[in-house]
């Protein structure tokens, strides 16, 4: 399994009139969560995008357990369960200052080819960054 933590500090913009993060906000702080665990890794989505794969969310799901609050430290802790195929799920916990759980999600990509927008295998290089957390 392949696990990176992020830290973001959550901004007004952020929040709803009680000073609360939005819900809708969720969807970035994942989108944040995977590409800067990506990156860790030493992937660049924008390569990829170069080379003509795009990887769309297929499924976006969201458990809200606490509310983040304005100018909040927060852990974005995103997880790779397994080795992806076609598709890619990320699994999300998001901690508060005070490292308590305060929401948990998941998202599901897929590797679409950008030209012919049909599905298509998990690109070599990712399986390759990702075999050492999977005793590969």
Do not use: W
């Amino acid at each position: 399994m392949y696990t990176h933590n992020y830290n973001i500090r959550i901004r007004y913009a952020d929040t709803d009139q009680m000073g609360f993060v939005y819900y809708g906000k969720y969807a970035t702080f994942y989108e944040i969560g995977r590409v800067e665990a990506m990156r860790a890794l030493g992937f660049s989505y924008k390569k990829l995008e170069e080379e003509g794969i795009m990887m769309p969310v297929l499924v976006n799901h969201s458990k809200y357990t606490l509310p983040a609050i304005y100018d909040e430290l927060i852990t974005i802790k995103t997880s790779i369960r397994s080795i992806p195929s076609v598709r890619i799920q990320f699994d999300y916990e998001i901690y508060n200052e005070a490292n308590k759980l305060i929401h948990e999600g998941y998202t599901q990509l897929v590797f679409v080819r950008k030209v012919s927008g049909k599905p298509c295998r998990v690109p070599q290089q990712i399986n390759d960054l990702l075999a050492p957390y999977f005793g590969k």
